[in-house]
């Protein structure tokens, strides 16, 4: 039932994540791009992430589907509970690494 939870709510956990990479960053005074671009890109990672995983969500159900001739009924769960916020998190974690080595434009942190 942890690991349930975990995954579920791991999309989360990865923005705790990055408001403690934002926090060292500003505690630090290292020069960042602005935390709106952090945003943006979490955001449009997450949405990639969860969006791939999807695509190939399906396309491992129908394969499985004609291959064995079984149903692949819970791979919807499995993408709800899963795949789908597990792959946010990555695409969101992704996103603060991107964000971390980008170079800033323009003035510090916001």
Not at 16 to 25: D, H, N, Y
Not at 46 to 54: C, E, F, H, I, K
Not at 84 to 100: D, M, N, R, T
Request: net charge positive; proline share 5%.
């Amino acid at each position: 039932m942890l690991l349930l939870r975990t995954m579920f709510f791991s999309p989360v956990i990865a923005i705790f994540i990055a408001c403690g990479v934002v926090a060292f960053a500003r505690w630090t005074n290292r020069l960042k791009p602005k935390v709106s671009a952090l945003a943006m890109l979490s955001f449009l990672f997450a949405v990639a992430g969860a969006a791939l995983s999807l695509i190939l969500t399906l396309v491992w159900m129908s394969y499985y589907e004609k291959t064995t001739g079984y149903s692949a009924g819970n791979g919807p769960i499995g993408w709800i509970f899963f795949y789908g916020p597990s792959s946010a998190a990555l695409g969101q974690l992704l996103a603060l690494g991107v964000w971390w080595f980008k170079k800033p434009i323009g003035g510090n942190l916001d």
